[in-house]
């Protein structure tokens, strides 16, 4: 089965001209439907109006900040599934660690290759076809499942609400329940990312997963200096 044929739409939101020129232009050129924003408040109204397939995302915005409208998005329910790939300078790699603990699929930093891009989109929407294409619910004994069309966990009948990417991280852990896994390989796994990427990013989404997951949490484990493992409920 190929991948979904649909033309995709691609909210750009980006206060440089010349910029936001360019991506637009490469991203019709590659046969995506292309929105334009160039403001935080403008980027949020679109966005929750017209529910694009993805949105390519600049940091330093007026109004609103390219972090508070990815931060506003991934709390709203209805559009906390888009995925958004961040623009970022490379003078500030905590923006970028931070737009990723929000929510953020990928990151670009500027100066950057618009062939680059148009290959990290391909990859998103890729990976999501995948996904979409294998999905099935996990069961962990009767105490945990995971359901991949509403994104939600259960534990004893309990549903916990989880973000797109906290889903993909638990999903990774207890796929491979039983298996440490390190924090490289769940970057890799879960975001797409290489070694270049700050690992303390999955340190802060396994504590956020571990608050929401309550007294789950006792079978997400700490393997000190490796990485995490998910155990089977007794």
């Known amino acids: 089965m190929g991948m979904d ?4 739409k691609i909210l750009v939101v980006e206060d440089e001209e010349d910029v936001l020129s360019l991506i637009c232009m490469q991203l019709k050129s590659q046969g995506f439907e292309t929105i334009e924003a160039k403001e935080g408040m403008e980027a949020l109204r679109i966005a929750r109006k017209q529910m694009p397939d993805l949105i390519v995302l600049d940091l330093m915005i007026p109004e609103f900040s390219g972090l508070d409208v990815c931060k506003y998005l991934k709390k709203d329910p209805d559009t906390s599934s888009i995925p958004i790939v961040i623009l970022t300078a490379k003078s500030n790699p905590s923006d970028r660690i931070l737009g990723l603990e929000l929510g ?3 990151y670009i ?7 680059e891009l148009i290959l990290r989109i391909q990859s998103i929407f890729r990976r999501r076809f995948e996904n979409n294409a294998a999905l099935k619910q996990l069961h962990l004994d009767d105490k945990i499942r995971l359901d991949p069309i509403d994104k939600v966990a259960y534990y004893k009948k309990r549903k916990i609400e989880l ?13 491979k329940e039983g298996t ?10 879960v975001w797409g990312y290489d070694k270049t990427i700050d690992t303390r990013t999955i340190d802060t989404h396994i504590r956020r997963l571990r608050d929401k997951l309550g007294r789950a949490s006792q079978f997400l484990r700490t393997v000190r200096g490796i990485g995490y493992r998910f155990t089977k409920p007794n």
Do not use: N
């Open 109 to 115: 930093a500027k100066p950057f290759s618009p062939r």
């Open 163 to 175: 973000t797109p990417i906290e889903f993909r991280l638990l999903s990774t852990l207890v796929e």
């Open 180 to 189: 440490v896994q390190s924090r490289e390989q769940l970057l890799k796994d």
């Open 104 to 106: 953020a699929d990928d």
């Open 5 to 8: 044929k649909r033309k995709k």
